[in-house]
């Protein structure tokens, strides 16, 4: 190896996770009152769904994906209830969760907007934040 520091600088990178959340997508982790009969949901879809990706991502358990997203609501100084491990286990066989690809060595970045949540790469981000790939003049 002829650049240490290069390599080094590498390697922490593949465990680079950006997550990107908008205001609407915090205010639609409050769950949506139900109309129908029965209980009321305490988490929302989007919720779930950001806790399933994050699991994928980081590859962890549930109790330690129940973990990450109190510190994270913590640290954001929200007010919400942390889904359960149990809840999440069940969600997790009928939702489908988007997966991070295998063979990324780059960072990783999560989209968290009122419509949903996506999981890109650094490029495809670049892409459709800019439009372009290329760099501007």
């Known amino acids: 190896m002829a650049n240490w520091a290069e390599y080094d600088a590498a390697l922490r990178q593949r465990g680079s996770l950006t ?15 139900r109309t129908s009969r029965g209980g009321q949901p305490r988490y929302s879809m989007l919720a779930i769904r950001t806790a399933l990706t994050l699991r994928a991502v980081l590859r962890l358990a549930l109790r330690q994906t129940e973990g990450l997203i109190g ?3 913590r640290l954001l100084g929200l007010d919400l209830a942390v889904p359960d491990h149990s809840t999440l286990s069940r969600r997790a066989a009928t939702l489908e ?9 780059g960072p990783v970045h999560l989209l968290v907007d009122r419509t949903g949540l996506r999981l890109c790469g650094p490029g495809k981000w670049l892409i459709e934040k800019n439009g372009t790939r290329r760099r501007r003049s």
Do not use: G, K, Y
């Open 97 to 105: 969760v988007p997966r991070p690809c295998p063979h990324s060595r």
């Open 71 to 73: 510190s994270i609501l």
């Open 19 to 33: 997550v990107w959340s908008s205001e609407e997508a915090i205010a639609a982790l409050r769950s949506e009152p």
